[in-house]
């Protein structure tokens, strides 16, 4: 049974910086996509960030593009958020999803969850 776990959320302000860890468990994911989303209160859940593990290649959102990174550690199975300059509009539960095969952008197509780690951003 595939699991994901986050963590690394936490209260920081305009500015600051986090990094999110999400630990995945279960199976192997040599040829799969991991993606980061986030919902905000009364928001429909966002593609933020997405990598291709085998080539390691990366997607973002416009919104994100050049302030957050992300990344993954094939020895221990596990993909990183790296947030910088953070704004109050990144505020958001932040959920690590992962899929077989091709990268795509909508939470639809995403079949392994976590549960979610919240970040709040105080301006």
């Known amino acids: 049974q595939v699991q994901l776990v986050e963590s690394g959320g936490g209260l920081v302000q305009t500015g600051g910086s986090l990094r999110l860890s999400c630990a995945a468990s279960?199976?192997?994911?040599?040829?799969?996509?991991g993606a980061w989303f986030r919902q905000a209160p009364g928001k429909e859940r966002e593609f933020v960030a997405a990598?291709?593990?085998?080539?390691?290649?990366?997607y973002y959102t416009d919104s994100v593009r050049g302030r957050f990174t992300i990344s993954r550690d094939n020895a221990k199975s596990t993909v990183y958020l790296q947030m910088n300059n953070l704004k109050p509009e990144d505020a958001a539960v932040y959920y690590c999803?992962?899929?077989?095969?091709?990268?795509?952008?909508?939470?639809?197509?995403?079949?392994?969850w976590g549960q979610g780690t919240q970040v709040t951003v105080s301006s």
């Open positions: 999803a992962g899929r077989d095969g091709v990268v795509l952008f909508t939470a639809q197509s995403y079949y392994y």
């Open positions: 279960g199976r192997t994911f040599s040829n799969d996509a």
């Open positions: 990598i291709k593990w085998s080539t390691g290649s990366t």
